[in-house]
């Protein structure tokens, strides 16, 4: 592409100007965090787009919502009865804008729909495989209504998919310390402008259970400070 | 100026007592004590036969009469109990100041030329009374409200123009006023009269400007006029339904246009209401009610919304989205005939305060009717909010409330042995079975005294193939409600860290271990 005739100048991909369009509207932008920024092609959560979150890393779902949350968005959660709201609260997601439907049943698809009428950003836990028929159908109806909607699982035709891998605790030794935090590798994988996978190094969750940047370069834990005694 | 005004008054004696059992049962016909500040405040015919009067002190009432009831002053409950008191006299006559709880007072001219007479007037509000409350009342009619009262003590009707000759026969004490009256009988001062004939000017720079007011009242000039309570406007709205509903979408239909009825009634008041209650009286005579919060103002749409919830709840018997919900539904014997919505926490309606950019609250009404189309199709119990409280496990810290309900909040409060964040992402709604070994193989244990059996070196989760231990640390015990049995929790808690990269709390209670939530 890079090497088009002259006559070509003046083409763009489509996918550039829907980033285009996209970045000049900050309204159609949901915040995400700092860290997570290099992730997304518009910079933050399209309105309208579907970015899918590999399972395994509720706290990357969380890190998500709580970009969302702070800006004054509202969210609903459906079909995660596990997810750790006091994890969610400690993320910084306002729990008076969060609404959850626990246990959706066979009508989830009905019930994601409904949400995302209103919503701003929908968490839906795949319930296993799905007809592409009801996603494609389920993303459109996010891309009518402005809303963001965010599978946790395998999703035909998302815009993005983000996966965490790679992830190392730190603060737990042999029978003594604790939990303090993690280092996670997140990898957002997806379509058009996306299409080439990037990845960013973060914290989540840091030791007050927020998504922060990755420290610069390990070092060991403790450091002798010479001449501190003296 | 006017002379005082012709006053009837309604003296319910030993009104606590009698609002105690009204509102607790205890029965007004044994010896009973209302005591306020350690002092008998008031008690009932029995206790007076037994020689407890007014002022006694507790210990003292009760060598007395051993078998005194002593109950506290509630100045609420008494309040309470006498409202329907209050409504029964005015269903009879207009215009009805509450003076305090058992006794009311009103201007006698009207009804006396109602029914006819003053004496007519004072049999028809007694029996009124004694009819609708089965509660025992005193009437007394004279010049102004206090001499009315010392009238209804006194079971008479003072004549027109003979207040000031009925009042001059009183004791100073029936002032109310018991320094005053103490300082005025020390000076030779026994009755109202004595009191009245003294000058007006003396009294006022000898005894001060209370004294001087009393010394109007025992002259009979009592002029204050009544303050008349307006009663509060009906806001309930009811429907009998000649034929019984007991079809789903027939009940929508009914429920539909008394919500409206409803919702127009409040806005004509100016009102909102925050809480509603359903009542609805089946073709059998069963009675059922509901009440329902909500944390913000109830729309005619959220009032139809939950009216239809708790007909379709009541008309089908079961509550879809609740399972874990064992309290069992009423489910009517016949179809609703009579169905009645009560609003209750009633405000005024200021109108809806957009948000301070416009969105806000545009946002908050999107959310909230996308939620509610929720509830419309999985059931009111299948959409939930959290609200943060005290506690020690992750699970206990979150409190899940239905959506719309009132989110109350606890106060902070230190609890000791909750772990620091970061808190895990993932906490199973019921905690998963698994086992710890050792180096050796054998299971982990932990004794009493919070020593570990060996390191523990192996988790195996569910019957999975067992993962190597990387880090772990604890453990960290908590004993929480030993005082109650049914509810007691001996754990010791871990967290550990798998060759996997998960991380995981474990909990080892009665030798069980469970993995009580994940770090991921």
Redesign the interface.
Known sequence: MASLPGRWAGVQRASDLAVAASTGGVDRLLPVAAELRPLFPAGGLRRGSTVAVTPGTSSLVLALLAGASESGAWAAVVGMPGLGLLAAAQAGVALDRLGLVPNPGPDWPMVVAALLDGVDVVVAAVPGPIAGRVASRLSARARQRGSVLIPYGRWEGADLTLTGEGGVWHGLGAGRGRLRSRELTITARGRGAAGRPRSVRVQLPDHTGRLAPAPATSRPALTVLSGAAA | MTGPVRTLLVWCPDWSVIAAELTTGVPARAPVAILHAGRVVACSPAARAEAVTWGLRKREAQSRCPELVVLEHDPARDARAFEPVVAAVEQVVAGVEVIRPGACALAVRGPARYFGSEERAAERIVEQIGQECAVEARVGIADGSFAAELAARAGRIVPPGQTRAFLAGQDVRKLGRPELADLLRRLGIRTLGEFAALPAGDVLTRFGFDAALAHRLAAGLDERPLVVRRPPPELAVHEEYDEPIDRVDVAAFAARALAERLHERLAGHGLACTRLAIEAVTADGQELCRSWRHDGLLTAAAITDRVRWQLEGWLSGVR??A?DRPTAPVRPTAGIRWLRLVPDGVIAQVGLQPGLWG??GE??E??????A??QG??GPD???????RGGRS?AD??R?VR?GDE?IADEPAPWPGR???????????EPVAATVYDGQDRPVTVTARLSISA?PARLAIAGAPPVAIT????PWPIDERWWAPAEARRQARF???LAD?R?LLLALSAGEWTVE????
Do not use: K, N
Request: net charge positive; glycine share 10%; no cysteine.
């Open positions: 879809r989205g399972p969105e806000s946002g908050r999107r959310a909230h009717r996308a939620f189309r929720v199709l999985l299948s959409v939930v909010g959290a609200v943060l992750p810290q979150v899940l959506w989110r772990l620091p964040p970061p808190a895990p992402a993932t906490v199973p709604p390191a880090g772990w640390a604890g967290q550990v860290e990269g991380a939530a994940i770090y991921d």
